[in-house]
């Protein structure tokens, strides 16, 4: 059950449609993502702060709002670059952070609407700046990529961790799981 971050990424890439015209459309837009990431990091971490749960947790941690800006401005301007042409290093570092949030505690019901809330807030300022549609399409399709990498790897860590406490086969696992959601 141990996902292949790099065969994940080319999979997800197909799955999205995330195209080189979506990659060609970032890249040409690269100083228009730095410029507007510090606006979304505000947007973002008020929007964590709204949440009792999610503040509680930014809150947990000495200096950790400030860590978390830095390291959200970095990561908005990441989708534009791509890294390495959204190649193995971007796959490992979005594997990275999806684990950073499983060992935190952080589910996909704080993730999904978080990243609705990037995609939102950078189609207001698309609007109010002139760009085109296609920039928030592709923006939009590098945003599901990031979530799918982050939503899996809660998937992958709590299954794994299932697996090595019980000692069960993952076949085992996997039936237990169509069973137990069948009656639910
Ligand atoms: C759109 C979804 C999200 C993105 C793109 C994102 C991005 C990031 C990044 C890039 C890091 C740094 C990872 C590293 O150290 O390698 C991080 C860490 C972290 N994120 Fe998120 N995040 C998201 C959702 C959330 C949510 C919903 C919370 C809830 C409170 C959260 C809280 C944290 C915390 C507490 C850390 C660790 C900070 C530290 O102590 O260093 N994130 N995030």
Redesign the pocket.
């Known amino acids: 059950m141990s996902l292949n971050p790099h065969d994940f990424m080319v999979t997800m890439e197909k799955r999205v449609a995330f195209t080189p015209e979506d990659k060609e459309i970032l890249k040409s837009n690269l100083d228009w993502g730095k410029e507007i990431a510090p606006e979304m990091a505000d947007h973002f971490y008020a929007y964590?702060g709204r949440d009792p749960e999610?503040s509680a947790?930014?809150d947990e941690?000495e200096g950790?709002m400030h860590?978390?800006r830095e390291?959200?401005v970095q990561?908005f301007a990441e989708m534009f670059t791509g890294m390495d042409e959204w190649g193995n290093n971007y796959a490992d570092r979005r594997w990275?952070?999806g684990l950073?949030?499983v060992q935190?505690g952080?589910g996909p019901q704080?993730?999904v609407p978080?990243?609705a809330t990037?995609i939102n807030e950078a189609r207001k300022r698309l609007d109010t700046d002139g760009k085109p549609l296609e920039l928030l399409d592709a923006l939009s399709r590098i945003c599901m990529i990031?979530?799918a990498f982050?939503e899996q790897a809660y998937v992958e860590v709590s299954s794994a961790a299932v697996l090595q406490e019980t000692g069960w086969t993952e076949g085992l696992f996997r039936r237990l799981i169509k069973t137990g959601a069948g009656s639910m």
């Open positions: 964590l999610m947790i930014l941690k950790r860590r978390l390291t959200f990561w990275r952070i950073v949030h935190i952080i704080h993730v978080a990243m990037v990031d979530l982050i």
